[in-house]
C-alpha cells in the first residue's frame, strides 16, 4: 500500500512560478516510479511529467517541456514539480501517482495509487 499527499497548489498569475509537493507513505518510495497527472475542467486528466524510481529516467508531456521539472528526494519520501513560466490553460487539479514498477511512463493505467490532487488556477 502507498499513500499519496500533495501540497503547494494554489493561486498564480500567468508567468509565474508554483512548486507541487507530494509526500508518500507505506511501501519503500526508492522501490516505484512516480507520476504527474493533472484534470481541467471538462476535460479527462492527461498526463504531465513521470520519474523512475531512482530519479535517473524523466518524461515530460509536449505542453509542459522546457517549463516543468519533476524531480524526486527519495530520503524524504517526495516528489517535487517545479512549474514555471505557467499559463492560464495550465490550471487544473493536480495528481501525484505511484507506479509500482520501476521506469517512468506516460499510461495511466500503469500507477496504482493516487493522491487526492491539489488546485493550481493561473490567472491572465
Known amino acids: 500500500q502507498v499513500q499519496l499527499v500533495e501540497s503547494g497548489g494554489g493561486l498564480v498569475q500567468a508567468g509565474g512560478s508554483l512548486r507541487l509537493s507530494c509526500a508518500a507513505s507505506?511501501?519503500?518510495?526508492?522501490?516505484?516510479?512516480m507520476g504527474w497527472f493533472r484534470q481541467a475542467p471538462g476535460k479527462e486528466r492527461e498526463f504531465v511529467a513521470a520519474?523512475?524510481?531512482?530519479?535517473?529516467?524523466?518524461r515530460y508531456a509536449d505542453s509542459v517541456k522546457g517549463r516543468f521539472t519533476i524531480s524526486r528526494d527519495n530520503a524524504k519520501n517526495t516528489v517535487y514539480l517545479q512549474m514555471n513560466s505557467l499559463k492560464p490553460e495550465d490550471t487544473a487539479v493536480y495528481y501525484c501517482?505511484?507506479?509500482?514498477?520501476?521506469?517512468?511512463?506516460?499510461?495511466?493505467?500503469?500507477?496504482?495509487?493516487w493522491g487526492q490532487g491539489t488546485q493550481v488556477t493561473v490567472s491572465s
Open positions: 501517482a505511484a507506479d509500482l514498477g520501476l521506469v517512468s511512463t506516460s499510461q495511466q493505467r500503469r500507477y496504482d495509487y
Open positions: 520519474i523512475s524510481w531512482g530519479g535517473g529516467s524523466t
Open positions: 507505506g511501501r519503500t518510495f526508492s522501490t516505484y516510479a
